[in-house]
């Protein structure tokens, strides 16, 4: 009888992104590479499981926005074009490095990855992805969970009306695309404020996962630690990510992804060769950029890279996984004979951290799922729901407000970088607040329009503006989407009042934000 | 500390100020055909009688394009976003602009901007972490003059702008100069799991207070771990503090909080505790550590070139290569340290001729 349980959970999400203004736009391409490096050889990780009849659970996170692109016939075929694009390089890479065995080899291997790719994409998914991991979820083994619709940062958006839409607008979304409502939600960066329990138990979710501390401090002192589930007073359930799993995969330094044998993330093509030669491939701009085909290995604290080598990588890969699985081991042993209740070890995981940001990480996740199932007994996997059939009675906590940023509350999303936004975004808030009051239950064009700006609000609530804005990268981006949402959103409010609209720019706006199909404005009357 | 605050305040005006005139010089954006159709139909119902005009004005438009103009706002535009943005991170840029999206844009850009204030007299507040709090205000020089008239004539002179922090459990409060203009500020009340509110107003020479706007209330976050405990879920404290992966705290009960308190402020802040996130745009937080001030790096490409007839059939090492229509060919491959031979050899369509050039290749370095 296994003695304690591991719950992998990957959390999938990108900022909505679609500009149909663009032939070709730059940031679209989060989107493709991601299909193409995690979310693609996740379901071919599915099958090859399913396959050998290995049995796994694992909880999986589709944000609104993710769900949304992962639906939508522009993206769809730029996609395609896309693959084709990437496939024509390989082709020259193929070409030009002929002479070089090692980086031939390994053009060889990005050619076969694209084009395997485009064929999957095109013929067995018959470019539906959502399907086919609402397959995986149907048979048991994915269990799928919702979040915020456009992944705002809940702990900074002030107005409760504003909290619930977000997270109302995230579960019928959800209910919506997968028939059915979702279990548990993953807040937003972990966001977490005193109350917002309330919200999620009015939308049926029944429990969210925390950062470390978010469990720890609760007040009364949680007696498992992170290792159990708990109850908020409103009855939601609560689970607190483990630090040790965490550390051995997210840090760049102590953890497995910074490995001498993996790939090296930051030297790419789009930036080593030549620029006449790469220049089709990169930004429409000509700026370069990360094309995705990387030759090197990290090689080790130089700037001087060796050329990678996929099996030695691999067998790395295998190695960690080993021993994660050993360390699981013995983390779960002995809290087993100190809780007297079987532990639960929460790993949650951005999903886009395995096969791009960590190469191989898709690779130790099989390896890890295989070897869990045929080489130990002490653990199994689970997912939150299933562990909360098994243990229906929690001690009842009041979770410490907390998020999984850096610092571990909420200065990511609110510093010098990006607080000039809050003012904008509070008072549109309130004036989405106020004419929803104002006009109820109306009908015919207003609806339309009131309905559109809804969308606009959302969109510009999205933590990712604030997070970019920190970081630096493409904050530029950032800001602008922020400000054309808002622009867009008070355009709209002119034309209620003025009541006249202008239905060119009314088409225009629903035409490039066209998220959310059927969301209601009505969302943000309280 | 507040003299650094300052500082902060005035860059993030600043920068907001850039957004927004960056905003202004962004290019029109040009449209997919699709779009474009559509809009022109609209426009022709919409425009009707006015078409006439605007055509007029677009072919004048088309006459005089504003090149020199629109050449100095984008080279304006991208020194703009240089001062951003990294260096791979360029926004994509249109190429070709539309008239009708930019009739369109012009209608939806111009008249419709961010407001850059909202003269609504309100302060708010925002819990960062457990020892700071945020505060932003737009209060109207109207309010102001209002609550100026209500201070007594021998008060008037040298009024201070003040942050008045209220903690609501304690019932007391402090202080803070501010300045006015900074519209919000970072505060620093080093206490966890307080309620907060702040009142933003005026304070005489005597001491007297004249308010401006109060704010919400606001809970900082909690830290530490809880000394309280249900009976029915207790754990002995050494075992507790094992699970948390602590064995050594210390025997004295006040040692090991002092400890513990150590060990988790430091997990938090250090990031232990919250590694960070990553995401598909979160680069750059390793690659810095690989950034060398100076740097030289040389690669070497092998150009190969050249023509047979267009109907030959053309191989290079045994594998074929595709013949340009006028029967030349250029191939580039990547040259590393070594010697190559490159057999390159041409076969005629009737398979009577047959020439075979193998260049060979020494690339070493010195």
Redesign the interface.
């Known amino acids: 009888m296994e003695k304690g349980y591991l719950a992998l959970i990957l959390h999938a999400?990108?900022p909505f992104v679609r500009?149909?203004?663009?032939?070709?736009?730059?940031?679209e391409r989060?989107f493709f590479?991601?299909l193409t490096e995690t979310y693609i050889p996740l379901l071919s990780l599915f099958e090859r499981l399913v396959n050998d009849k290995i049995e796994f659970h694992l909880t999986l996170s589709l944000s609104p926005t993710l769900l949304s692109m992962l639906n939508d016939a522009l993206l769809k075929e730029r996609y395609i074009n896309y693959l084709n694009k990437m496939i024509e390089l390989c082709e020259k890479e193929i070409?030009?490095?002929?002479?070089?065995p090692s980086?031939h080899k390994l053009a060889l291997m990005y050619y076969y990855r694209f084009s395997r790719t485009k064929d999957k994409f095109l013929n067995q998914y018959n470019q539906d992805l959502i399907k086919e991991f609402k397959k995986y979820q149907d048979k048991g083994y994915l269990e799928i969970i919702t979040c915020a619709a456009t992944h705002g940062f809940l702990?900074?958006l002030?107005h409760k009306e504003a909290v619930k839409a977000q997270i109302e607008a995230g579960v019928s979304f959800y209910s919506k695309i997968f028939s059915k409502p979702p279990q548990g939600l993953w807040l937003p960066?972990c966001g977490y404020?005193?109350g917002l329990d309330k919200f999620l138990k009015e939308c049926g979710i029944k429990y969210f996962i925390l950062?470390?501390?978010g469990v720890?401090?609760?007040?009364?002192?949680?007696?498992?630690?992170v290792?159990s589930s708990y109850y908020t007073k409103n009855r939601v359930a609560i689970f607190g990510r483990d630090?040790?799993t965490?550390?051995s995969v997210?840090?760049?330094i102590e953890g497995y992804p910074g490995d001498y044998n993996y790939r090296e993330?930051?030297r790419d093509i789009g930036?080593?060769l030549?620029y006449d030669?790469i220049k089709p491939y990169i930004?429409?701009?000509g700026?370069?950029?990360?094309t995705g085909i990387k030759y090197y290995k990290i090689t080790g604290?130089t700037?001087y890279k060796e050329p990678y080598v996929p099996e030695k990588a691999r067998e790395k890969a295998a190695e960690h996984a080993g021993n994660f699985m050993f360390n699981r081991e013995r983390q779960i042993e002995y809290?087993y004979s100190?809780?007297g209740r079987k532990p639960i070890v929460v790993a949650p995981y951005?999903a886009?951290?395995f096969g791009?940001?960590w190469f191989e990480g898709i690779d130790w996740l099989e390896f890890l799922i295989r070897k869990i199932k045929y080489d130990q007994n002490i653990f199994k996997l689970t997912t939150p729901s299933l562990y909360l059939k098994l243990y229906p009675k929690n001690?009842?906590i009041n979770p410490?407000?907390?998020?999984?940023?850096?610092?571990?509350?909420?200065?990511v999303w609110?510093?010098?970088?990006n607080?000039?936004i809050?003012?904008?975004l509070?008072?549109a808030q309130e004036v989405m607040i106020n004419l929803a009051k104002r006009f109820k239950n109306v009908n015919g064009e207003k609806r339309r329009v009131l309905n559109q700006m809804a969308k606009e609000l959302l969109l510009a609530q999205a933590s990712?503006w604030a997070?970019?804005m920190k970081?630096?990268?493409?904050?530029?981006?950032a800001?602008?989407r922020v400000?054309t949402h808002?622009?867009?959103f008070?355009?709209l409010k002119?034309f209620l009042e003025r009541d006249f609209i202008?239905?060119?720019?009314l088409?225009?706006i629903e035409?490039k934000d066209n998220i959310f199909p059927d969301l209601d404005y009505s969302l943000f009357h309280s | 500390m507040r003299k650094k605050i300052r500082r902060k305040k005035a860059t993030n005006n600043s920068s907001l100020k850039k957004t927004l005139r960056i905003k202004k010089t962004f290019p029109k954006k040009p449209t997919s055909g699709k779009i474009v159709e559509k809009i022109k139909k609209g426009v022709k119902k919409v425009l009707g009688r006015k078409r006439t005009a605007s055509k007029k004005k677009r072919a004048s438009e088309k006459e005089n394009p504003p090149f020199l103009l629109k050449m100095a706002n984008s080279e304006k535009e991208k020194v703009e976003i240089s001062k951003f943005t990294p260096a791979q991170v360029i926004l994509e840029e249109p190429k070709e602009v539309k008239l009708e999206e930019k009739k369109l844009e012009r209608k939806t850009k111009t008249k419709f901007q961010l407001p850059l204030r909202y003269y609504d007299n309100r302060i708010i507040l925002l819990p960062r972490d457990p020892w700071w709090l945020h505060t932003y205000w737009d209060i109207a020089e109207s309010k102001v003059e209002e609550v100026k008239s209500l201070i007594p004539f021998e008060e008037k002179d040298d009024l201070r702008w003040i942050l008045r922090v209220h903690n609501v459990g304690e019932n007391n409060y402090f202080d803070l100069d501010i300045i006015p203009e900074a519209c919000n500020w970072y505060i620093n009340v080093n206490k966890p799991e307080t309620t907060w509110y702040v009142d933003i107003g005026l304070k005489t020479k005597k001491g007297n207070f004249f308010l401006l706007a109060s704010s919400n209330k606001v809970k900082t976050p909690y830290f530490g771990i809880s000394t309280l405990q249900d009976e029915e879920w207790v754990l002995p404290e050494e075992e507790y503090y094992k699970i948390l992966g602590l064995y050594d705290l210390g025997r004295s009960s006040l040692e090991r909080r002092k400890k513990l308190e150590e060990f988790l402020k430091y997990g938090i802040s250090s990031g232990v505790f919250s590694p960070g996130i990553s995401s598909l745009f979160s680069i750059g937080i390793k690659e810095k550590q690989y950034k060398r001030k100076f740097f030289l790096e040389v690669a070497t490409e092998l150009i190969l070139y050249g023509r047979t007839e267009p109907d030959a059939e053309l191989t290079v090492a045994g594998e074929k290569v595709k013949l340009n229509r006028d029967g030349t060919f250029s191939l580039r491959y990547m040259l590393p340290e070594g010697n190559f031979e490159f057999p390159v050899e041409a076969v005629s369509q009737d398979k009577k001729d047959r020439i075979k050039i193998t260049p060979v290749v020494s690339r070493s370095t010195k």
Do not use: C
Request: net charge negative; aromatic share 22%.
């Open positions: 999400h990108l500009h149909p203004e663009y032939k070709e736009f730059l940031e989060w590479e991601a070409e030009r490095t002929r002479f070089s980086f702990p900074l002030l960066e404020f005193e950062e470390t501390h720890l401090f609760a007040r009364p002192r949680p007696k498992f630690g290792y630090i040790e965490s550390k997210w840090s760049s993330y930051f930036f080593d030549d030669y930004s429409a701009s700026a370069r950029i990360f604290p700037p809290l100190v809780l951005d886009e951290l791009h940001w001690q009842l410490a407000p907390s998020s999984w940023g850096w610092k571990g509350y909420y200065e609110l510093n010098g970088s607080d000039w809050y003012p904008h509070h008072r990712d997070f970019m970081t630096g990268n493409f904050s530029e981006y800001k602008k400000i808002l622009e867009r008070y355009l002119q202008n239905y060119e720019v088409e225009d035409n």
